[in-house]
């Protein structure tokens, strides 16, 4: 599975998912691409995800932004659109698709099959939609819900399933030089790929440092960037949990700016209990220092294009 990191909408307003649902598009023949293509100019039902059976599947909508998919239990669900194949190999494709991704989304938030819904189980449970999705498609191919839950939980029971997700390749259209700034009335530095938004904060008054790193252009791990409107920091990780903690104590999450690699450059991550600033760096010498002048030392944040 490829996942594509491709956001063509912002979605509906903020979105904090308890539960996996999945959809079939309904559309024969189309492909994610095709419909990532659709949302693009008329992004009213794009969905957080949709795959088909070349194996790429887009990410088209934050995880964190609500999209309109299953009437009123929209604001409880994060969701895949599964591509409708027109043949029984092209569908098996899919099924594998799917399968794997929902394992994914269960695991990387440590849910249990329980938080695993159908389009068809949000319409009884919630209302506001008469969709039965994907009952009808698996049932044109020989295969009905039950036996999709059955392998996405053999998924999560698989001792070797962990190891399988960290093999699956993110690709997405970033990459390239990672701009450092510098404020100087707070003190704090931002870092961004975004040209636009470093040159708007240059204008603002921020200090341009040069390029921090370079970010991969395809990665295993997401990037969160989480920001605290209390003192305007900002904070980088690979882990996905630790995002969950920062939004309870009231910090905001920020989407995904890049993506790491294990076998990557690391990026040290550097505390200022002082001002309450996350300072990152891939110069040893540059942490040394810091932890030399009272900073503390916090371990590699996530690893980035090697030189």
Same mark, same amino acid.
């Given at each position: &599975?490829?996942? %594509?990191?491709?956001?063509v909408?912002?979605?509906?307003? !903020? !979105?904090?998912p308890?539960?996996?649902?999945?959809?079939?598009?309904?559309?024969p023949?189309?492909?994610?691409?095709?419909?990532?293509?659709?949302?693009?100019?008329?992004?009213?039902?794009?969905?957080?995800?949709?795959?088909?059976?070349?194996g790429?599947?887009?990410?088209?909508?934050?995880? *964190?932004?609500?999209?309109?998919?299953? @009437?009123?239990?929209?604001?409880?669900?994060?969701?895949?659109?599964?591509?409708?194949?027109?043949?029984?190999?092209? $569908?098996?494709?899919?099924?594998?698709?799917?399968?794997?991704?929902?394992? &994914?989304?269960?695991?990387?938030?440590?849910?249990?099959? *329980?938080?695993?819904?159908?389009?068809?189980?949000?319409? %009884?449970?919630?209302? @506001?939609?008469?969709?039965?999705?994907? %009952?009808d498609?698996?049932?044109?191919?020989?295969?009905s819900?039950?036996?999709?839950?059955?392998?996405?939980?053999?998924?999560?029971?698989?001792?070797?399933? @962990?190891?399988?997700?960290?093999?699956?390749?993110?690709?997405?259209?970033?990459?390239?030089?990672? /701009?450092?700034?510098?404020?100087?009335?707070?003190?704090?530095? /931002?870092?961004?790929?975004?040209?636009?938004?470093?040159?708007?904060?240059?204008?603002?008054?921020?200090?341009?440092?040069g390029?921090?790193?370079?970010?991969?252009?395809?990665?295993? $791990?997401?990037?969160?960037? &989480?920001?605290?409107?209390g003192?305007?920091? /900002? $904070?980088?990780?690979?882990?996905?949990?630790?995002?969950?903690?920062?939004?309870?104590?009231?910090? /905001?999450?920020?989407?995904?700016? +890049?993506?790491?690699?294990?076998?990557?450059?690391?990026? +040290?991550?550097?505390?200022?209990?002082n001002?309450?600033?996350?300072f990152?760096?891939?110069?040893?010498?540059?942490?040394d220092?810091?932890?030399?002048?009272?900073?503390?030392?916090?371990?590699?944040? $996530?690893?980035?294009?090697?030189?």
């Open positions: &599975m490829n996942i %594509i990191e491709d956001i909408s912002n979605g509906h307003g !903020l !979105l904090d308890s539960y996996v649902v999945i959809h079939e598009t309904a559309n023949g189309a492909t994610a691409k095709n419909h990532r293509d659709y949302w693009s100019n008329d992004d009213t039902y794009a969905v957080h995800y949709v795959g088909d059976w070349t790429d599947c887009y990410h088209c909508v934050p995880e *964190d932004r609500l999209c309109w998919q299953v @009437g009123r239990g929209n604001a409880y669900v994060v969701g895949i659109e599964l591509c409708h194949a027109n043949n029984q190999s092209d $569908f098996d494709k899919v099924w594998n698709l799917g399968v794997e991704w929902a394992a &994914m989304q269960l695991s990387k938030r440590g849910w249990g099959i *329980d938080r695993l819904l159908s389009h068809y189980d949000c319409t %009884i449970r919630w209302g @506001g939609s008469d969709h039965t999705d994907p %009952i498609y698996f049932q044109q191919y020989g295969r819900w039950e036996e999709f839950v059955a392998d996405v939980a053999y998924e999560l029971n698989n001792p070797d399933h @962990g190891k399988e997700i960290e093999k699956v390749q993110y690709v997405y259209n970033g990459g390239g030089d990672v /701009h450092r700034l510098y404020n100087p009335n707070s003190g704090f530095h /931002h870092y961004t790929l975004s040209s636009a938004e470093k040159d708007a904060l240059v204008e603002a008054g921020w200090q341009y440092e390029i921090a790193w370079r970010a991969p252009k395809c990665g295993e $791990f997401p990037v969160y960037r &989480m920001y605290n409107p003192n305007g920091d /900002h $904070f980088y990780t690979e882990d996905y949990f630790t995002c969950v903690d920062l939004q309870e104590q009231g910090w /905001h999450p920020e989407g995904v700016p +890049f993506f790491s690699n294990s076998e990557g450059t690391p990026v +040290f991550r550097v505390y200022n209990s001002s309450g600033e996350h990152y760096t891939v110069s040893e010498g540059e942490r220092n810091l932890r030399n002048a009272g900073w503390d030392y916090e371990g590699v944040s $996530f690893h980035v294009a090697k030189e």
